[in-house]
């Protein structure tokens, strides 16, 4: 184990009320839904032992009583192979709890079990670049027109800037310090679908002026929030469109189905 290297933590448990794609999937909960045949949480995890960065994996959920319905997941956690923790009642909760298992010292990287498409070229991407800005923290972004130029049809939320228009990956990395972000990060999460609301409480009235009159650049988004937050925060540009798309509806589980059939019709014909 050095110094560069993490510990992954997975966010794995369904948002309060049910989830409609683990209602479509037929599964108990939505990082149990199968993709390509295999559950998404497995897909997840598989990308992450594939990366030499990261040196332990901790998944935060789902609930033990569904651990069951996931014959493999439950022999990876009773082997050690992963670590596991209950989860809370929001992501930012859970993030927190899933930290203070984690030693002080330790960089984590975070990320979700519906990340269906992650892979190890990505996540190995993500972790290298992060380490070279040399931040307190990390957000992994995508440009809106990489992920409209392969998939068009696909509808994401964007956050509009001066200078990108932006998706999110659901892929940070923190430093000891960087840790701090998580209770910012509690502060704005229940406006994560309301990006101008987002941008009012979490950074005030004049960047939300800058933002509402096209004016708020990326970067001075970045500032505002590492001055807010006592935290250095830095965006890393991830080339991935993939890396864009979670499945957060049915309609995202269709298409990484679809994404995935694709590659493997390609691979049989080659």
């Not at 050690?80 to 989860?87: A, C, K, L, M, T």
């Not at 800005?133 to 994401?156: C, K, S, W, Y």
Request: charged share 20%; net charge neutral; aromatic share 6%.
């Amino acid at each position: 184990m050095n110094e560069n290297s993490y510990t992954a933590l997975v966010l794995a448990a369904d948002r309060a009320g049910g989830d409609p794609v683990a209602y479509t999937a037929g599964t108990v909960c939505k990082a149990f839904a199968p993709v390509g045949g295999w559950p998404m949480v497995l897909r997840v995890l598989d990308a992450l032992m594939g990366c030499e960065q990261v040196s332990t994996v901790l998944l935060c959920g789902p609930p033990q009583a569904l651990l069951a319905q996931c014959p493999e997941l439950e022999q990876r956690i009773e082997s050690g192979q992963v670590g596991w923790i209950e989860n809370q009642n929001s992501p930012s909760q859970s993030a927190a709890a899933g930290m203070a298992q984690v030693a002080e010292d330790r960089r984590v990287f975070l990320t979700t079990a519906d990340h269906a498409l992650l892979s190890t070229e990505m996540v190995t991407y993500f972790l290298q670049k992060s380490i070279a800005l040399d931040n307190d923290a990390t957000v992994g972004m995508v440009r809106h027109e990489v992920i409209q130029r392969q998939f068009p049809q696909n509808r994401r939320t964007v956050i509009r800037l001066a200078d990108a228009n932006l998706c999110g990956c659901n892929l940070f990395t923190f430093n000891p310090r960087g840790r701090d972000l998580v209770t910012f990060w509690q502060q704005a999460e229940a406006l994560r679908k309301r990006p101008w609301r987002l941008v009012s409480q979490v950074l005030g009235w004049r960047a939300v002026w800058a933002y509402v009159l096209g004016n708020l650049s990326l970067d001075q988004a970045m500032h505002i929030i590492s001055q807010k937050s006592g935290v250095r925060v830095a965006p890393v540009m991830l080339p991935f469109a993939e890396a864009g798309i979670d499945v957060d509806r049915p309609t995202d589980l269709q298409l990484v189905e679809s994404i995935l059939a694709a590659r493997v019709s390609v691979t049989s014909q080659s």
